[in-house]
């Protein structure tokens, strides 16, 4: 098991040190995870790769998590602990860690999700064989629910462990233009491309989006095929709020799919993002954001002629229908069918 370190030497002692064995540095963000966090942080150091940082922001929980934060960091005092008084958003509490990390390469840790062991080992030695234009090494996951349990697996997978899908890997903008597809907790990211991004975009409501179009633009992603990482699956997750009626992931995802649209290099590129507006109309709708979803139908008339489907979406937008609550039942309903578990997770 190694012990987590955390740098506090000067830049040059720091580019020594990634050069000998490169500095993996992890920012665990959380917000009233009392129940997870300390499992999560356990995972860092336990993890079979010597040399890993660890820097903790508790982002104005009002649960017990900064008790619990602070006493797992009484047993490891190595690791940097923050503790905000408010929230101040998931994108600019990231920002802070990754601004006290040295590491070479950084994993944005939610307090709710597992690291396997020999993840970061695994991601490191991935990394250090990939030329540097490789932002991103991302894997498999398994999805558990607050207890534990195994719910599935992101990619489907075979008997020995690998996904039965062709999952992209290398030029993956076109990819990331059509549809969600990398699961984000997995990711270890190469800090060069993070600081030239200038770190997560604060103005934004949710990350991986913006940085997945800004970042595969320019640089390569490359896929290591094994579940290396336990996702938590929770009622009030992320990618359940945004069915929600007054849920801000839909303006931050239109303030992205503008970007895109302006790096967009070719025709075929222009008609995989006008898909991917065509369906945020639809969200937009049935979250009864009447406005945003015209203003989505907006951006896709500038990128070719709008179909009868989609027309049909924006004209009922005029009406404010109140589609939402029969819209978010039915997604519980088809998410329980989806996620049920498959036993206990091995430990």
């Excluded at 990939?130 to 992101?154: E, K, M």
């Excluded at 179009?213 to 094994?226: G, I, K």
Aim: include cysteine; glycine fraction near 4%.
């Amino acid at each position: 098991m190694a012990s987590v370190t955390v740098q506090t030497t000067n830049l040059p002692m720091s580019s020594f040190l990634n050069s000998l064995k490169p500095w993996v540095s992890i920012v665990c963000t959380c917000y009233n995870h009392e129940a997870f966090v300390e499992e999560a942080l356990q995972s860092v150091v336990e993890q079979d790769y010597p040399n890993v940082e660890l820097i903790v922001i508790d982002n104005g929980s009002t649960d017990q998590s900064a008790d619990r934060i602070a006493r797992f960091v009484a047993k490891h005092p190595a690791v940097r602990f923050v503790k905000n008084p408010t929230n101040i958003g998931l994108n600019r509490a990231f920002n802070q860690g990754f601004a006290l990390t040295t590491g070479r390469y950084i994993i944005d840790l939610a307090a709710d999700d597992v690291l396997l062991a020999e993840r970061i080992r695994r991601q490191v030695d991935l990394f250090e064989r990939l030329p540097t234009h490789y932002a991103v090494v991302f894997s498999n996951a398994a999805f558990i629910d607050s207890a534990g349990q195994r719910l599935g697996t992101h990619y489907p997978i075979d008997s020995n462990g690998r996904s039965k899908v062709r999952v992209p890997s290398g030029d993956v903008f076109s990819d990331i233009l059509d549809r969600y597809f990398v699961c984000t907790p997995t990711m270890m990211m190469r800090r060069e491309i993070l600081d030239e991004l200038g770190g997560y975009d604060e103005s934004l409501a949710f990350e991986d989006f913006d940085f997945w179009v800004r970042s595969s633009r320019s640089y390569h992603y490359a896929y290591l095929d094994d579940v290396l990482t336990y996702k938590r699956r929770l009622p009030n997750s992320m990618s359940t709020q945004v069915t929600h009626r007054h849920n801000e992931l839909l303006a931050s995802s239109l303030i992205v799919c503008q970007r895109a649209y302006d790096v967009c290099h070719s025709a075929d590129e222009q008609h995989i993002l006008a898909r991917r507006v065509g369906r945020f109309v639809r969200k937009a709708f049935y979250a009864e954001q009447f406005d945003l979803a015209l203003r989505f139908g907006h951006l896709l008339s500038r990128i070719q002629p709008v179909g009868p489907s989609t027309r049909l979406f924006l004209g009922m937008s005029y009406l404010h229908l109140p589609v939402n609550g029969v819209y978010r039942r039915f997604q519980q309903w088809q998410q329980a069918r989806q996620l049920k578990p498959a036993g206990a997770v091995p430990r």
